[in-house]
């Protein structure tokens, strides 16, 4: 492969797809997909913006130390304090990048920065500079750069390039952008900016018109060669350019792009669903590539095709992304060793007594369920990452509810202190019950906005999953659980949005300082 049909691939997962409503990760959660990641084969992992939080910060240091062979990004505006954050956060990455940006168009201009053309200029240069001061791979990006007047665009970009910039950026920050006009923009900064052959083009497409992964294709086309892009296209509003879909455009018709890019395609699938499973933001059935039915032939004259010859109806084999069948994967008698083996096939990164633990409530799941699936064991792994400290565990809970009669739940927590606290409520059903239960135990009183039960796997003995997000003083937490007994589940679930919402009041406790918002 040479540089010039080479499709550097930059995700953003971690940085923007964070920022997608209700799915903030913790830092267990966060390295277990910048591993997933790196093991997937992006170039560039965008992982976070070190000055917006101190969590934010803590996540970029952690990937930085952490994940090798892989660039580690991290975002900044244009000013001193930014940029010499995100080195503290970038400094022991093996290959760091420092991600520089600053708006451009003059709706943001005027309202937003309030600055005149020069002046953004001189800022964005200086931006440039002082990142460079600290490393070598520079990325700058003139923010809403889509809706930004092309000559001035041109200018930015090519003080940018001259201050040091190895990769530009061309934003279409609010997916306003049409794939022809914004080919025409990469074509125009092509023909006019000094420097620009010199540099990586790279495009960042939001989803608002449903055109992200359109843009970034025919931006390809024109010669950018990296695509920030993020796992099943989450972020800010209707989302970016859907990783899996612009590899898999690239791939599959590789005799219309001719560029080439290093993902492992057979791990786009088990990305797809950590990401989904960790942001709670689930993929719709329909969705290209890494959806339910992105592989399903329904009409018998495609079936019919189908088996005389695959090609009749199949652009793509479900292989090649890593689909698998529901397969029935280890029994009762699986040992420790082929667990270990299915849950690092399955894409989780578990250390020795996380394993452990997995192990134990496999083998408890196997006295209960007669099979077990691979997405049985996915739920176990997942529970993992997903547990910090727990301020409060689930020792016993009782409920009682039927036709006729008042739904009631006794619960018993313990606390990490030691102590053991009891209680009972009556609710409109045993899950409101257990819920109200636990509320009164801890003190804490969360809004209810989304419940929801599912099976994980198949058969009646199959494990149900509970998922609820709760809103408790203007954040927004989530609760993920399996179990056999749904109502566990629900309960498990909740008490876990409940130890979240009571590590960040433990936190408010030891005040630092709050968080910045992002573009
Ligand atoms: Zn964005």
Not at 356 to 381: M, N, S, T
Not at 398 to 422: I, W, Y
Not at 465 to 487: K, N, P, Y
């Amino acid at each position: 492969m040479t540089d010039r049909n080479r499709l550097i691939i930059f995700d953003t997962t971690l940085r923007d797809g964070e920022q997608s409503p209700g799915a903030s990760m913790n830092l267990p959660e966060k390295l277990e997909i910048a591993r997933a990641l790196q093991e997937l084969g992006v170039d560039v992992i965008e992982a976070g913006f070190p000055i917006a939080s101190p969590g934010d910060f803590e996540a970029v240091q952690a990937v930085a130390r952490q994940v090798e062979g892989v660039t580690i990004c991290g975002l900044a505006r244009c000013n001193a304090d930014d940029i010499d954050r995100a080195w503290e956060a970038l400094r022991d990455a093996a290959q760091p990048r420092i991600h520089v940006f600053l708006a451009t168009s003059a709706i943001h201009r005027e309202f937003k920065l309030k600055m005149a053309k020069e002046e953004i200029v001189r800022r964005a240069v200086q931006g440039v500079q002082r990142a460079k001061q600290y490393c070598e791979d520079v990325e700058f990006s003139p923010e809403d750069a889509a809706r930004t007047e092309l000559d001035f665009l041109a200018e930015v970009v090519e003080k940018a390039i001259e201050a040091g910039a190895t990769t530009v950026n061309i934003p279409d920050t609010v997916g306003y952008a049409v794939p022809e006009q914004y080919a025409a923009a990469i074509r125009h900064l092509k023909q006019n900016v000094r420097g620009i052959d010199n540099v990586v083009i790279s495009v960042h497409c939001h989803n608002d018109l449903g055109l992200a992964v359109a843009n970034s294709l025919t931006a390809l086309k024109e010669g950018a060669r990296q695509v920030e892009c993020t796992i099943n296209g989450i972020g800010e509003r209707a989302g970016n350019c859907a990783l899996e879909e612009v590899v898999m455009a690239v791939k599959t018709r590789g005799d219309y792009f001719g560029i080439q890019s290093t993902i492992n395609t057979k791990r786009l699938c088990p990305s797809s669903r950590l990401v989904a499973h960790v942001t709670g933001l689930l993929v719709q059935r329909n969705k290209a590539i890494v959806g339910q039915n992105a592989f399903a032939h329904e009409a018998g004259i495609h079936q019919d095709g189908m088996l005389k010859e695959r090609r009749t109806y199949e652009i793509m084999q479900p292989e090649d992304v890593g689909l698998t069948k529901t397969e029935l994967v280890l029994g009762k008698h699986s040992g420790r060793h082929a667990l270990r083996e299915k849950v690092r096939e399955l894409g989780y990164h578990l250390d020795d007594a996380q394993l452990q633990r997995v192990f134990e409530q496999f083998k408890a799941l196997a006295d209960r369920k007669k099979q077990i699936y691979d997405a049985d064991i996915e739920a176990l792994a997942e529970t993992q990452i997903h547990d910090g400290p727990a301020i409060w565990t689930l020792e016993s809970f009782h409920t009682s509810a039927g036709t006729g009669t008042l739904p009631m739940a006794a619960v018993c927590l313990a606390h990490v202190d030691g102590r053991k606290v009891e209680d009972a409520a009556c609710g409109d059903g045993p899950v409101d019950a257990v819920f109200k239960t636990v509320e009164r135990i801890t003190g804490i009183s969360p809004e209810l906005r989304d419940y929801q039960v599912r099976s994980v796997s198949v058969g009646e003995d199959a494990q149900g999953e509970a998922r609820v997000e709760v809103e408790h003083e203007g954040r927004v937490q989530r609760g993920q659980a399996v179990s056999t007994d749904v109502i566990e589940a629900s309960a498990l679930a909740f008490l876990q949005a409940i130890n979240r919402l009571a590590m960040r009041r433990q936190q408010r406790m030891n005040p630092q300082t709050e968080a910045v918002t992002v573009s």
